[in-house]
């Protein structure tokens, strides 16, 4: 019985934690060649400046509806470098497990990583895996870092929002959030709602190729949702951004979930999806180009960046009103991600 | 009094997520320029193939003698590159916060870890805070990545040992875990043990400059200790190795803190020790280079590579008698980095 599931000893760089590496670990993730087991992963880059992120991943339950915290930790890390405009090309995978976990369960999230880098093209290059005692984890948290390549000449970034940019997303808000917020309290929802994990280089490396330097800002809209993020950005930026309630895209069965649980699309995580801020004569381009690829078939134009300013947005509302919106303020959906 | 502790919402994405950032986590990490909060880190890496390492820390207490989770997480992966032989150059820092735990603590880790990259001259670049709810993590677990660059073109790894090999190793065993152990069980040893968490690229950039072809293995025995590398070493190589007890190095106030816990130094975790495996002609030549430096002003000569093998691992004792050493079987001692 105890063979099933994780020990402390595990942990402890012995006999034990090396069979869980060579019969566990070690086969899931590694993609062709077994690895030499040395204390770091040797790479030739392509030529160019390199993009590197970390994330960790805590989310629970760590399995949800449209995904676990396995694909959701290679897609994070993975749209992290899209973001930046990069080809991710190698990650790293450290793994804290809670003594008691089951093997089965650790097997299956590695198995979704496994899948989830070999759809993105990347490779698990190194990694690492602590044992902590029953009750000081929660069953697995997993930390994903990543190196890509910039193979473009764009300034991209937060900072580069300017008046007249119009703001896109690539699909519909809150899907995530609400698949896992849903899992976790154990909701029967109206309708199922699955998670929209997804790795978006596709999408980042179709609008750097065809916008050039009309493209100016990519993010991910994750913890805090679009809200958050377009706020950061005008603050980044030095803008005032508009958005229009009217044009936001939301999954009926999303809204009709939030309307349950109390919350605001807007503020509600994505995994998937993408805002972008291009110049004015590309957007109907954009659009286009994200409506081409499936991650991208609900992609809508949102707003725009009204002016300089003091990094304000406004929100029109649909019956005209306008509304200030600020970042998410404590904790709506906490470990989200 | 709540504004000294970290809360579910610091973990949000949100506002208070954001003001963290802002007024310690970036003040107290950035090197230099404030980094821009883009999604991932931009690098020129300089010429040469790179390293890339993974570890994350989970060691209990997170301040012991001689350190803390902080300087231990950064010289630990920087230690990780420079058993590769590459010059440590770029980090990331994953932090999980369990809710509740004091800022002037996180305060203090993170003024550590900037102290560690400073002095091992690494950079900062990139990084994530989750929080996960009282009961859900034990205070604080950090995960750092690591990139450096290979200045050299040697063959350095676990399956490099050659029949003839000399076992070097830099300086006193188990100064780490006995540290933590005695500070986990506050137990009051007959002499203060300290951690020796240091960053050894200077040792391996020596080694690796001076010595040349004739350096083939440098690990740093972690957990697990000298036995369990040494072990993973010689089954990496095929080889069988010889130690002799009466050339380990140990600390008086170790050796005495080990008979009263039960421990035994060879398997006792080190985070500042390196093992060397050279030819035989350059050992002299490589005691000499370790002990120029502080860090290595206890190496020494500890065993040889006895012949092509299955992997044993024998150690002549003190009375003469003949043992064969075996990994570390089971946590002696968990959660210890």
Redesign the interface.
Known sequence: MNDDLI???H????????ELLDELIVPALSQGAPA??????????PPG??????????V?PIFFPGGDIGDLAVNGTV???A??G?RPL?L?????LEEGLAKRELAAVLGSMRRAADAAGVRI????T????R????RL?V?T????V?EHRLTL???QARPGDRILVSGTLGDHGVAVMAARERLDLPEPVASDTAALHPLTGLLAAELGGALHVL??P???GVA?TLK?IAL?SGVDLRLRERDLPVRPSVGAACALLGLNPL?V?NEGKLLALVAPEAAARAVELLRSHPLGRDAAVIGEVTAAGPGRVALELLDGGVRIV??????????IC
């Open positions: 020990l402390l000893g942990g402890s760089g012995g006999r034990l934690f090396h030499a087991q040395d204390d770091a992963a040797l790479l030739d880059p400046r390199l993009a590197y992120t970390t994330d960790s991943y805590v629970d749209n992290d470098l973001m930046m990069a190698w790293s995978v450290g793994l804290i290059v190194t990694g690492d602590k044992v902590v005692p009750g000081k984890a929660d948290f930390n870092s990543g190196i890509g910039l970034g937060g900072a993010r991910d994750t913890r805090g958050t950061e980044q503020y995580a600020e970042m998410l303020s404590g904790g709506q959906l906490p470990r």
